[in-house]
């Protein structure tokens, strides 16, 4: 029995697998973009002959039934889902065999109602279980979230609780494959190790020493937000995405063509890197970078899939993979990218916007001028790292709303910093689409600020 892993970064920290005997492969928790699996079958000499779903997946869009259409292998979901679509519905007590491979369900709930863990034993070997694929119930050092059901989330938690305990009368030399690695907002705080054993976990897994009483206190409190399409995609993958290979590729867009697309029904979404925006971007895009942020995760989080898309890209050879990282979380709406970036909008002489970027050393010659709001946008956990003084702390997911809470006075500059910077070009291009226009970004951000300090930093209110 071969496990090969599939791994999605982004802010998503998806793991997905094949598992392939002689002649046969089975895929847990599909990605949406399949065609790997079937690369990968190929590659191994082996036909997929079924797809295991441990539950409804919130922060990613799964491939679970274009990959069962594209290769005929049965689809397993669990029974408590009750899908509508063509599936075989499986909860605890079923047994599922394909050649030397058992796999035994385990009704495990807690982080979803519906959710089940599958226990693998190659027969080939012996007669007791080798793994199992646990889904978002247990991650190495850590357990999933149980609040995205906020009018049961103790409830959840509780089941949580017991699930952990079925989980942990596994023996302690089977390993544990979980769906989700570090980076996650599934959880709360995974290890970036991506996968353990039982043993391991009973012994270095804090959460579970707890009391039930204390599990669950620990669950329902300090647990990050969850994004905005958490519940966008568990309704997706509940009725089942639109194949990716019926979407079209976006196509290349010359100036005029973008010009007279853009409006306030569709977002001009700029992925090169934030301090090429900052220099000069198309007024009142937003700034995601495409390569030094979690770009799928702030776009599930901060794009409305119901308006359409316009790329500002640095190469055509990206769209593919801008695309797909778009895709993953349900933003499908990609009309077209603009040829040669901004090099070609501004050789046509179409205007521009641009903001400042600024170095510690001259954040930290203004640090005490009144006509400055040094503004945070990363989240409450990372201010335990320290946070720099006098400034105000506004997550940026927040920021959508809770902009009105910042002077939107011309003489007032607003100073962003994030993590490294980008999440602050992204925060200033929301400003920006909402009259903001006296805005720099410290470049390098908080990391940038540290290394150049060198000393302990005082905390903000």
């Given at each position: 029995m071969l496990i090969e892993r599939f791994f999605v970064g982004d802010g998503i920290s998806h793991i997905s697998y094949l598992v392939a005997g002689q002649t046969k492969a089975i895929v847990i928790d599909p990605k949406r973009d399949v065609n790997d699996y079937i690369r990968k079958a190929k590659?191994?000499?082996?036909?997929?002959?079924?797809?295991?779903?441990?539950?409804?997946?919130?922060?990613?869009?799964?491939?679970?039934?274009?990959l069962s259409e594209k290769t005929g292998a049965k689809l397993y979901l669990p029974a408590k889902q009750e899908s509508k679509r063509a599936h075989i519905?499986?909860?605890?007590?079923?047994?599922?065999?394909?050649?030397?491979?058992?796999?035994?369900?385990?009704?495990?709930?807690?982080?979803?109602?519906?959710?089940?863990?599958?226990v693998f034993t190659d027969l080939s070997r012996?007669?007791?279980?080798?793994?199992?694929?646990?889904?978002?119930?247990?991650?190495?050092?850590?357990?999933?979230?149980?609040?995205?059901?906020?009018?049961k989330k103790e409830e959840l938690a509780k089941a949580l609780y017991n699930s952990l305990?079925?989980?942990?009368?596994?023996?302690?030399?089977?390993?544990?494959?979980?769906?989700?690695?570090?980076?996650?907002?599934?959880?709360?705080?995974?290890?970036?190790?991506?996968?353990?054993?039982?043993?391991y976990e009973k012994r270095f897994n804090k959460l579970l020493s707890l009391s039930e009483e204390d599990f669950i206190k620990s669950l329902l409190e300090g647990m990050p937000p969850a994004p905005d399409h958490f519940k966008r995609c568990s309704k997706i993958n509940e009725e089942g995405a639109m194949f990716l290979s019926k979407l079209s590729s976006p196509k290349p867009l010359s100036v005029k063509e973008f010009e007279n697309l853009i409006d306030d029904d569709r977002i001009v979404l700029d992925t090169r890197h934030y301090l090429t925006w900052i220099g000069g971007h198309i007024p009142n895009s937003l700034s995601m970078d495409y390569?030094?942020?979690?770009?799928?995760?702030?776009?599930?989080?901060?794009?409305?899939?119901?308006?359409e898309i316009l790329l500002v890209i640095d190469n055509s050879n990206e769209v593919d993979d801008i695309a797909i990282k778009l895709r993953r979380v349900g933003i499908d709406n990609i009309v077209g990218y603009i040829e040669n970036h901004t090099f070609s909008w501004t050789k046509a002489g179409k205007p521009i916007k641009s903001f400042k970027a600024i170095s510690p050393d001259t954040l930290e010659e203004r640090l005490n001028d009144e006509n400055i709001l040094l503004l945070d946008v990363r989240s409450k956990s990372e201010l335990r790292s320290g946070q720099i003084e006098n400034s105000i702390n506004i997550p940026l997911p927040e920021l959508?709303?809770?902009?009105?809470?910042?002077?939107?006075?011309?003489?007032?500059?607003?100073?962003?910093?994030?993590?490294?910077?980008?999440?602050?070009?992204?925060?200033a291009s929301l400003l920006e689409k909402v009259g903001f226009e006296?805005?720099?970004?410290?470049?390098?951000?908080?990391?940038?600020?540290?290394n150049y300090k060198k000393s302990p930093l005082v905390c903000g209110r």
């Amino acid at each position: 029995m071969l496990i090969e892993r599939f791994f999605v970064g982004d802010g998503i920290s998806h793991i997905s697998y094949l598992v392939a005997g002689q002649t046969k492969a089975i895929v847990i928790d599909p990605k949406r973009d399949v065609n790997d699996y079937i690369r990968k079958a190929k590659e191994l000499g082996v036909e997929i002959e079924a797809i295991l779903v441990t539950h409804l997946h919130a922060d990613f869009i799964g491939g679970h039934y274009e990959l069962s259409e594209k290769t005929g292998a049965k689809l397993y979901l669990p029974a408590k889902q009750e899908s509508k679509r063509a599936h075989i519905p499986v909860q605890e007590g079923d047994i599922i065999q394909i050649e030397n491979i058992k796999i035994d369900v385990l009704d495990t709930p807690g982080h979803t109602p519906e959710h089940v863990s599958y226990v693998f034993t190659d027969l080939s070997r012996g007669e007791e279980p080798v793994a199992v694929f646990t889904g978002d119930t247990l991650f190495v050092g850590d357990v999933g979230r149980p609040d995205l059901f906020p009018d049961k989330k103790e409830e959840l938690a509780k089941a949580l609780y017991n699930s952990l305990q079925k989980l942990m009368g596994l023996p302690d030399f089977v390993e544990v494959y979980p769906a989700h690695g570090a980076g996650t907002l599934c959880g709360k705080a995974l290890s970036t190790k991506r996968s353990s054993t039982i043993g391991y976990e009973k012994r270095f897994n804090k959460l579970l020493s707890l009391s039930e009483e204390d599990f669950i206190k620990s669950l329902l409190e300090g647990m990050p937000p969850a994004p905005d399409h958490f519940k966008r995609c568990s309704k997706i993958n509940e009725e089942g995405a639109m194949f990716l290979s019926k979407l079209s590729s976006p196509k290349p867009l010359s100036v005029k063509e973008f010009e007279n697309l853009i409006d306030d029904d569709r977002i001009v979404l700029d992925t090169r890197h934030y301090l090429t925006w900052i220099g000069g971007h198309i007024p009142n895009s937003l700034s995601m970078d495409y390569k030094f942020m979690p770009f799928s995760l702030f776009a599930g989080w901060i794009l409305d899939p119901e308006k359409e898309i316009l790329l500002v890209i640095d190469n055509s050879n990206e769209v593919d993979d801008i695309a797909i990282k778009l895709r993953r979380v349900g933003i499908d709406n990609i009309v077209g990218y603009i040829e040669n970036h901004t090099f070609s909008w501004t050789k046509a002489g179409k205007p521009i916007k641009s903001f400042k970027a600024i170095s510690p050393d001259t954040l930290e010659e203004r640090l005490n001028d009144e006509n400055i709001l040094l503004l945070d946008v990363r989240s409450k956990s990372e201010l335990r790292s320290g946070q720099i003084e006098n400034s105000i702390n506004i997550p940026l997911p927040e920021l959508r709303e809770r902009y009105i809470e910042l002077d939107k006075d011309k003489d007032k500059e607003i100073i962003i910093y994030c993590g490294l910077g980008p999440r602050g070009a992204l925060a200033a291009s929301l400003l920006e689409k909402v009259g903001f226009e006296n805005i720099s970004v410290l470049a390098g951000g908080f990391t940038g600020w540290s290394n150049y300090k060198k000393s302990p930093l005082v905390c903000g209110r």
